[in-house]
């Protein structure tokens, strides 16, 4: 069992930045898959960013690259996700997610089903 505790969302203007926190309770972290997705109001749950186990490889949506960078620290047990130039589209609950010794192929896992473990949420609302 792998217990989740997301932070740092909130409200934001368009422009603003926020940095999501998700701390994992496992003592195998290192090698657990982590990602970070999003769900708005009517729509399904879908894919922001994720690495691989190590971190040196990033996976993103199309929709956040260049504006997203998620980053984790093993030693933490901790996944972050620094959200700079929001826009109002990017309002949505965000959750962290994870599946202990899922390797994704040496890459990222994209796909919510691939994921056993997720967080509460956390809300971002971001207005123009």
């Known amino acids: 069992q792998v217990q989740l505790e997301e932070s740092g969302g909130g409200m934001a203007l368009a422009g603003d930045s926020l940095r999501l926190s998700c701390v994992a309770s496992?003592?195998?972290?290192?090698?657990?898959?982590m990602g970070w997705f999003r769900q708005a109001p009517g729509r399904e749950r879908e894919f922001v960013a994720t690495?691989?186990?190590?971190?040196?490889?990033?996976y993103y949506a199309d929709a956040v690259k260049g504006r997203f960078t998620f980053s984790r620290d093993n030693g933490k047990n901790t996944i972050y996700l620094q959200m700079n130039s929001l826009k109002p589209e990017d309002t949505a609950v965000y959750y962290c997610a994870a599946d202990p010794y899922n390797y994704c192929s040496g890459g990222g896992c994209t796909v919510p089903g691939e994921y056993k473990y997720w967080g509460q949420g956390t809300q971002v609302a971001v207005s123009s």
């Open positions: 496992t003592r195998t972290f290192s090698t657990t898959a």
């Open positions: 690495s691989n186990w190590s971190g040196v490889k990033e």
